[in-house]
């Protein structure tokens, strides 16, 4: 079992920066870490993902060359470095991992995009971009 706790989220004006950070409990650095996030009335989507191992990563198209997910595993930190940020990145960022399971690991060991498989998951924190 493992517990999750995001933090750094907040407002920012669109073109700024954030890093969220996701602190377990346990370690995680040989499972499956993924960011989501969800805006109000739309799906929870994947935004990243990684498979330390192998530093496999994964970035949803519209995030793609401006979001970097990183982990820290002495600290048992997962994070998002968020830039050049717009208000279609506002929403709630949610940490997740398949920790005591290979249920979000894919045939080709990265990260799968689906909610489903995430076993564990953080409260959230929210992030909101003002144009």
């Known amino acids: 079992q493992v517990q999750l706790v995001e933090s750094g989220g907040g407002s920012v004006r669109a073109g700024g920066s954030l890093r969220l950070s996701c602190a377990a409990s346990?370690?995680?650095?040989?499972?499956?870490m993924g960011w989501f996030r969800q805006a109000p009335g739309k799906e929870r989507e994947a935004v990243a993902t990684i498979y330390g191992p192998l530093v496999n990563t994964y970035y949803a198209d519209s995030v793609k060359d401006r979001f970097t997910i990183s982990q820290d595993n002495a600290k048992n930190t997962l994070y998002l470095e968020m830039n050049s940020l717009t208000p279609e990145d506002t929403g709630m960022y949610y940490c997740?991992?398949?920790?005591?399971?290979?249920?979000?690991?894919?045939?080709?060991?990265?990260?799968?995009?689906?909610?489903?498989?995430?076993?564990?998951w953080g409260q959230g924190t929210q992030v909101t971009v003002s144009s």
């Open positions: 997740a991992t398949d920790f005591g399971s290979l249920r979000a690991r894919t045939s080709t060991n990265y990260c799968s995009v689906s909610k489903n498989g995430y076993g564990y």
């Open positions: 346990r370690y995680t650095g040989r499972s499956c």
